[in-house]
């Protein structure tokens, strides 16, 4: 097997020249939105900044962004519901970490607050259960160490401290801190621990 270098230039011939769009007319910009659609999905503002970062006007990029709202194309209602569904199918992250995924994705905030509306305090409880499962697995040994430690201070203080991580484990992945709620109990399951 051989493996060649391509040099710039072969890699220009190859790929294709990558004509920035700082003087692309309105139907250029709008040819490389539909380029763009066509490779994966975006919200009109994510689309929108894409294009600006390759250098189109913003008003060309916004001209284009609407008209590929009106044709159809582009839905930021039907964006933000894939990537909910999409947060649902994993769970294991808390509404705060879809939010910060909405608001990272561009999506406008009367659209976000209305996904955000439809997340049931039943469906994160379920999310942060999930997730501190996957933790619990992870810290398996560290568990099975602090149950074969007798009852006292060290003990006392390790229990904390797996607490203490479970904790930031949960906050890392967007839970609100009732979630710690369901580290106490599974804490009460590994001894007889209790928070201070």
Known sequence: MCWVRLSSEMMKYKTGPQRPLAEASGQ????????????????????????????????????????????????????ARRLFELWQSKGSSGRAALAAELKRKLIPSHIAEKILDSVSAESEQEAAAKALAVFWRREAKKIQTIEALPGGQERSVLLQKLAAAAGRYLVARGFKSEAMALVWDKLGEVSDFRPL
């Open 28 to 79: 250029e910009v709008y040819d490389c939105a539909l380029k763009l659609l066509s490779q994966r999905a975006y919200s009109g503002g994510l689309l929108a900044l894409r294009l600006r970062q390759r250098g189109a006007e913003k008003d060309t990029a916004d001209e284009a962004v609407a008209r590929l709202t009106a044709a159809g194309l582009l839905n930021d209602e039907a964006y």
